[in-house]
């Protein structure tokens, strides 16, 4: 039979067969529901990455559920996809891409429930995070596994444990450069009530692999960087008299991490143990009024910041705060409503660190107004003032105000929100921190059921008195909604520092004692819109566009980058069937990957039909 034929019978069947609606079962307990969407046509690829493909074409995507003698005794769920791409699905892939999700929960309504889960995608399409968008997009397969068991015995200590796996590899579009990345994680949860307390205590081991590319850095090669941790911790809270609680919590973090670079032959190893131990006391002896006591202890402040970003996937030699670290502090204040709308707050902090070689000692005091009812029926605020001391830095004063918005003018909705921060303390005590965000919605109905939305945000953040530190961004996007046609825009400008990781460049906040080779300076820019037509009824036709632009600093070597996508499709509901067409345009570029960019077209014209199997 030639492929001409096949495709023909393909088609054949997509416009005759009938919509199935019975469940099937197989023996005496096992029940299924199976659906698929089937697509057949004619596509074309072709550009600067791939070998130009064309011809006729088909995909299919699955939906297989299904329980064994009760819902409750084992159920599960398959989708499996093939053949899929931006062209003719929602799987949003530029590539056919083919891959399966599966779940099954065993025991579900007894007290040993279980899961297992599993997935599986190739020839996909990701993204590889920077600032803006869209990101950089990538190329690659991934795979993943997951299982969970927990025992849920009436007067007995519960059990949890759960273990997962996943690895992936891509290629960024417009470069030769793979990242790859694996990890692994085992968890372990047991909760008790004795008496009064809630007793909880985890285990947790985690590793991360990945080798992420350097042509962001203008080389072309890899980082290689492989963290190991394990992190075990214990909680207990119970009532007080005078409604309060208490809690305390203790956790320790042993964590390794290896960091090489595969062009220098330079390598690092960190090794942090962490110990966190904290408690909380509170009472509201009326109504109104609460007290509260807080404390403290961190003993290694390296292995904090180092868990904090290897577990982002961060692959830099972190801190240089030196081996001797650690933080304590102690606070106690107070909260009163003074009526039903205006409350306060006073707050009394002492702290001790120890970093960089020097110990501070110190205290500062905040105090916080807010009222709650909206001022001139658009209006609610609070305000917090923040004043400290230490041997170093005496009567510094810091401020923080926060304003939010809402107000109905006529047929127009608005809402805002301002937030500002003047020389509020890091986690270092020497470091203060100044930002401020802000944000803005419009809306109006335009009758007929017609609708406009403009939308803007803002932010702008960084270390007080440090240079370089700063980062900012800027957004704003618009809808418009009339009877047959709907359209949209967006921009986004953002820059400021940020670090390499598995998921590519992810800003950070400003953080002290990361080492200046492990930072990337951004500045992006992104902007694109879209439009939605329905000339007549089951038909509709879109488009959509989107731009960005950056440039990125690492090593003295600077990288200009550029993304831009153009989808169109078309659609129209015939009966049963679904005839669409569409066409992509993909291009993306990385000047430090010292290659060309790349560009990608592909258009596809088909049908499609969703079919119960039963």
Request: overall charge neutral; proline content about 4%.
């Amino acid at each position: 039979m030639s492929r001409v034929a096949r495709y023909a019978g393909l088609l054949a069947l997509l416009l005759t067969v009938p919509k199935a609606q019975a469940q099937v079962q197989v023996g005496d307990n096992l029940k299924m529901n199976m659906g698929g969407l089937l697509t057949a046509g004619y596509s074309a690829t072709y550009g600067d990455q791939y070998p130009s493909t064309h011809g006729l074409d088909f995909g299919a995507a699955g939906e297989l559920s299904g329980t064994y003698y009760n819902p409750s005794f084992l159920n599960f769920t398959a989708t499996p996809y093939y053949n899929q791409s931006r062209a003719n699905s929602s799987f949003q892939s530029l590539t056919d891409s083919t891959g399966v999700d599966a779940t099954a929960n065993i025991f579900s309504g007894s007290r040993f429930p279980g899961f297992v889960d599993y997935h599986y995608a190739r020839n996909s399409t990701g993204t590889f995070g920077l600032i803006g968008s869209p990101n950089f997009t990538t190329i690659g397969n991934s795979q993943g596994f997951g299982v969970g068991w927990s025992a849920l015995l009436p007067n007995w200590p519960t059990f949890s444990v759960s273990y997962s796996q996943g690895s992936g590899t891509g290629t960024v579009f417009g470069t030769n450069e793979e990242s790859n990345s694996s990890t692994k994680t085992l968890n372990l949860r047991s909760s008790y009530r004795l008496e009064k307390w809630n007793l909880n205590a985890f285990y947790t081991h985690l590793n991360i692999s990945s080798t992420i590319p350097l042509f962001l850095g203008g080389s072309q090669g890899a980082d290689v960087s492989e963290s190991t941790g394990n992190s075990f911790g214990v909680n207990a809270s119970r009532p007080l008299p005078w409604s309060g609680s208490v809690a305390v919590s203790f956790t320790r973090s042993d964590y390794s991490g290896n960091f090489q670079s595969m062009l220098s032959d330079n390598s690092s190893v960190s090794n942090y143990t962490t110990d966190i131990e904290t408690a909380v006391v509170s009472f509201h002896p009326t109504n109104k009024l609460g007290l509260f006591v807080n404390q403290n202890y961190t003993d290694n402040l390296n292995g904090y910041f180092y868990q904090n970003i290897i577990n982002s996937g961060g692959g830099v030699p972190i801190l240089q705060l030196n081996s001797e670290s650690n933080s304590s502090t102690l606070s106690a204040g107070a909260n009163y409503t003074f009526m039903r709308d205006l409350y306060g707050q006073a707050e009394v902090t002492y702290y001790n660190q120890q970093y960089l070689g020097k110990s501070y000692d110190g205290s500062y005091v905040t105090g916080t107004v807010g009222y709650s009812k909206r001022i001139l029926k658009t209006f609610m605020v609070s305000a917090t003032v923040i004043e400290s001391s230490n041997q170093f830095a005496n009567n510094s004063l810091g401020f923080i105000a926060n304003v939010n918005a809402f107000r109905h003018f006529g047929p127009w909705e608005t809402s805002g929100n301002f937030n500002y921060a003047q020389n509020v303390q890091t986690i270092l005590v020497t470091y203060t921190t100044s930002y401020y965000n802000y944000g803005g919605n419009v809306h109006r109905r335009l009758g007929h059921g017609m609708q406009w939305t403009g939308a803007f945000n803002g932010s702008h953040s960084g270390l007080t008195n440090y240079a370089g530190t700063d980062s900012h961004s800027e957004g704003f996007s618009t809808s418009l909604a009339l009877q047959r046609i709907a359209v949209t825009g967006n921009y986004v400008h953002s820059a400021g520092e940020s670090l390499l990781t598995s998921n590519g460049i992810q800003p950070i906040p400003p953080t002290p004692g990361i080492p200046p080779q492990g930072l990337i300076v951004y500045n992006g820019t992104s902007y694109g819109g879209g439009i939605t037509v329905t000339p007549i009824p089951r038909l509709a036709v879109t488009g959509s566009y989107a731009h960005a632009v950056s440039d990125t600093l690492s090593n003295s070597i600077l990288s200009n980058n550029r993304t831009e996508i153009f989808y169109s499709q078309l659609q129209y509901r015939l009966r049963q069937l679904n005839v669409f067409a569409g066409f992509t345009k993909f291009s993306q570029g990385i000047s430090a990957a010292g290659t060309p960019p790349g560009n990608q077209y592909s258009y596809f014209i088909g049908v499609s039909r969703w079919i119960n199997f039963f």
